[in-house]
């Protein structure tokens, strides 16, 4: 089966740094689009920054210049590079991935992780 697992989530000082990895594995055939979810305690999910197969970032406004999203397609691995965190960046982030598994038909389905909590402490 195909799964998302994310790491690299902890607690961390305002002004420190985080890189989360999110990775795919299972049987897949191809991954298409990969993005960067969070939801902090009585906020709606956010989407942070989404990456194409290509490359093309694009960022939320709250993490531009600050965040850089990233992937290694030959890993199924899409990366978020988390710089200058402040302590409203504390939240569950979650991966998402549009994937398309071995399977026939050919298709293509929405994937999520199961989320790694990124605290920043003031």
């Known amino acids: 089966q195909v799964q998302l697992v994310e790491s690299g989530g902890g607690l961390v000082h305002a002004g420190g740094s985080l890189r989360l990895s999110c990775a795919a594995s299972?049987?897949?055939?191809?991954?298409?689009?990969m993005a960067w979810y969070r939801q902090a305690p009585g906020n709606e999910r956010e989407l942070v920054a989404h990456?194409?197969?290509?490359?093309?970032?694009n960022y939320a406004d709250s993490v531009k210049g600050r965040f850089t999203i990233s992937r290694d397609n030959a890993k199924n691995t899409v990366y978020l590079q988390m710089n200058s965190l402040e302590p409203e960046d504390t939240a569950v982030y979650t991966c998402?991935?549009?994937?398309?598994?071995?399977?026939?038909?050919?298709?293509?389905?929405?994937?999520w992780g199961q989320g790694t909590q990124v605290t920043v402490s003031s």
């Open positions: 998402n991935a549009v994937i398309q598994p071995r399977s026939w038909p050919p298709s293509a389905s929405n994937y």
């Open positions: 299972g049987s897949i055939f191809g991954v298409k689009a």
């Open positions: 990456i194409m197969t290509g490359g093309s970032p």
